[in-house]
């Protein structure tokens, strides 16, 4: 009788263990909506899920305390004297979780990032295709890129870098060449047939000229550096940005006056080809431009490191 009763003892104690093992979190929150607006609809309300789920969550919740909580009347939910105290002890330990993540997430350090502004077809074309090979050597640098054509400044500390089409002098900051000038017109093979190049210029009567606004001057300069400025083309079309200029003639709408480097996977792939040989070479060409103070920003020599290399291949 005495084991008997050990036993009975022993049983009685790991049941109630297991009774105050700590709920599931979700339970918890199902349960403290519910008492806060005493329906399960409003809980459910706040919480995104069915009447039902709210219902069903606070009758396991129940299941697994041993105890009612509620009492089901149809003018709404009753709680029991032992779930107001027990629903405002959650409500602290939900605020100190609540405090506890907010200290944790205020002491973490943020992220440094990384900003450069850039032209649309600099970024499409040339930069974006060799950026897995940044992230691969510093996942730690968080590299945001801002494609435009406007006159934003550097100094304004809007962004860390401009990457800049220019001589290379520019007041108040660094520049550093990436690559020359080498425009050459380009097409798809849609539009004329690679097999029978190179070209006459003369082609070009016929031809309907790609220009991007800003650089309009570009295809009289080619022409006049090719021996033929007074050639007249029979059509043209213009683009706001030189990356749209490109895609219309990877389309073949037309010849356009692509930089050489921007272009290098197209023409190695054979989707444009250099229709005519003569290539203009200016001086001028491609600088990341910033100034002195950016190169404190975490990760800004790497990149520009980096930006420097790559571009001497």
């Known amino acids: 009788m005495f084991q008997t009763s050990n036993a009975a003892v022993i049983m009685r104690k790991t049941h109630t263990a297991e009774k105050v093992s700590l709920p599931p979190l979700n339970l918890l929150r199902s349960f403290e909506a519910a008492f806060r607006h005493q329906s399960f609809t409003r809980a459910a309300a706040e919480l995104g899920v069915t009447q039902g789920a709210v219902s069903r969550a606070v009758g ?149 000229l790609i220009h991007q606004r800003h650089t309009r001057g570009d295809w009289d300069e080619w022409l006049q550096s090719a021996g033929a400025a007074s050639l007249q083309a029979r059509e043209h079309l213009v683009f706001e940005e030189l990356g749209v200029a490109y895609e219309a003639a990877l389309s073949g709408l037309g010849i356009a006056l692509g930089q050489r480097r921007h272009l290098r996977r197209e023409l190695a792939a054979g989707t444009l080809f250099e229709p005519f040989p003569h290539v203009l070479r200016r001086n001028a060409g491609y600088y990341l431009t910033y100034t002195p103070d950016r190169l404190a920003v975490p990760g800004f020599a790497a990149f520009r490191d980096w930006l420097v290399e790559i571009s001497h291949r």
């Not at 945001?144 to 990457?163: E, Y």
């Open 60 to 208: 396991i919740l129940e299941d697994h305390l041993g105890v009612p909580l509620f009492e089901r009347t149809g003018s709404g939910l009753v709680p029991t004297p032992g779930c107001i105290v027990f629903a405002r002890d959650i409500q602290k330990a939900f605020t100190c979780i609540v405090h506890a993540t907010k200290t944790l997430t205020t002491q973490m350090p943020e992220t440094p990032v990384l900003t450069v502004r850039t032209y649309s077809g600099f970024l499409l074309h040339w930069l974006l295709p060799h950026l897995p090979e940044f992230r691969v050597r510093h996942p730690e640098v968080d590299l945001r890129l801002v494609s435009s054509n406007d006159a934003v400044q550097v100094a304004q500390g809007q962004v860390d870098a401009r990457i800049r089409y220019g001589h290379g002098r520019w007041r108040g900051v660094e520049s550093v060449m990436l690559f020359a000038d080498e425009l050459c017109p380009v097409c798809a093979p849609s539009l004329l047939d690679p097999a029978h190049g190179p070209y006459p210029l003369e082609t070009l009567r016929d031809a309907t």
